[in-house]
């Protein structure tokens, strides 16, 4: 680099670098105004001082590396924050990611918040053990589908990393009430809880949670078919001011007891998958549009059989904030669930509407929701006898430009009600 310097009537050139006027900090500063990542590593171009500082100011990296380049990283991204390990299911590698990594990410990133593992199947309860001893400030950890972990790995991770507020362990069967327990005693502050798949769950484990865990507002107990109402409803007393995502598909035990426990106690509840509780009543989930009206984004609850005519329009008109509805399988619905918003002048703000083997509604139905619903981003008509493409052409309803419907499941559905 090279700068003008004036003596008297004469213009003279003095060679000066930038890396001898500007300190450490100085240029920190200069890399901290550069917005995008691609610009982020042309600074490091410049020269091994620079890559040096912006190694060092590095937050956030994803990897597949053994050991030996591990420590590499470790020794230039010493402030990193986030480490992504996560592997494909359908492109994974071999061995993938073992505890002996594990090892050298706990000595070696210190600094480490959010460590994603997600589907790295090789790693064991050392793993964690040294993940648990060497990572204090760790504050949000996915080891899902992590098949080999059991409650002894989990729960050196709990009484090591007190700060952790998000765990997800979808898939990890081993799991048991322990777990929960070492997280109630020790991770108070939790607040995001995957146990999708964990089947040895029971109501005596959400119960120790709920005595320590009070600042929860997502637990995901997808599929874990031993908790029932008693534990749910803990959960639901315990997290009343945070809870608000709670995802019990095919959780069989749960009943009224559970959704009332809801409409009484979480007002800010946003999210609630109860698809295949067949013991919720029409009743109920009247008293839980009633309540989380206003609060009420996404609802599913296919193959609850017991849902009326009457609990559909309650929700319909009540939750005028909900986004994506799923009422897959309820065969006894008609379309006099919709006679009472086709009265009201205010709109839905429905994005995502699932209605498949409803046998009973009809095209006059799904006419009175397309004309309600101007947002419509996707509507499920998949074995509704009644609802063609034919016959929805023919009736000359106008949907949403972006609006797709799936007749026959040739397109993708949408995963906010997974």
């Known amino acids: 680099m090279a700068s003008n310097s004036i003596h008297g009537d004469g213009v003279s050139e003095s060679k000066l670098c930038i890396n001898d006027v500007l300190r450490d900090d100085e240029l920190r500063s200069i890399l901290g105004r550069v917005e995008t990542e691609k610009d982020k590593e042309t600074f490091g171009l410049v020269c091994k001082r620079w890559l040096r500082l912006q190694s060092t100011e590095r937050k956030k990296l994803a ?13 230039r991204f010493t402030r990193l924050v986030e480490l992504d390990l996560a592997q494909s299911v359908s492109r994974s590698f071999y061995p993938g990611v073992t505890d002996s990594d594990l090892a050298v990410i706990a000595n070696g990133f210190t ?10 199947k090789g790693i064991t309860d050392a793993g964690m053990k040294a993940i648990g001893e060497g990572l204090s400030l760790l504050e949000s950890l996915d080891v899902s589908y992590c098949r080999k972990l059991s409650d002894k790995g989990f729960s050196a991770v709990a009484k090591g990393c007190s700060d952790l507020r998000i765990l997800h ?5 081993f799991v048991t009430d322990g777990v929960l327990e070492a997280l109630s005693k020790n991770c108070r502050s939790l607040e995001e809880l995957g ?16 005595s320590g865990c009070h600042r929860i507002r997502f637990l995901d107990i997808n599929k874990c078919s031993n908790v029932s109402d008693v534990g749910v409803s803990s959960i639901s007393r315990a997290c009343s001011s945070s809870l608000k995502t709670l995802k ?4 069989y035990k749960i009943g009224d007891e559970t959704i009332l426990s809801l409409a009484e106690c979480c007002g800010n509840l946003e999210t609630l998958i109860i698809g295949g509780c067949r013991d919720v009543s029409a009743d109920a989930i009247k008293s839980l549009a009633t309540a989380c009206g206003s609060s009420l984004k996404n609802l599913r609850m296919d193959w609850c059989l017991n849902i009326s005519d009457s609990s559909l329009s309650c929700v319909l008109s009540q939750c005028r904030n909900l986004e994506a509805l799923d009422i897959g399988c309820c065969e006894e619905l008609t379309d006099a669930s919709f006679q009472f918003i086709s009265n009201e002048g205010s709109g839905l703000s429905l994005k995502i509407l699932k209605v498949s083997n409803c046998p009973k509604i009809t095209v006059t139905g799904i006419g009175i929701l397309v004309g309600k619903c101007s947002s419509l981003q ?8 009644y609802i063609t493409k034919a016959g929805l052409d023919g009736a000359g309803f106008h949907f949403p430009e972006s609006c797709k419907i799936n007749f026959n499941g040739s397109i993708g559905e949408p995963a906010v009600l997974l």
Do not use: F
């Open 63 to 75: 990897a597949r590396a053994g050991p030996l380049m591990l420590r590499k990283m470790a020794d």
């Open 378 to 385: 996707y509507l499920d008509v998949r074995s509704c006898p």
């Open 169 to 173: 362990m979808a898939g990890c069967r």
């Open 195 to 210: 146990l999708q798949g964990c089947t040895s769950i029971t109501d005596n484990g959400l119960i120790h949670l709920a």
């Open 248 to 251: 019990l598909l095919d959780c």
């Open 111 to 120: 600094c480490l918040k959010i460590l994603n593992l997600h589907n790295c």
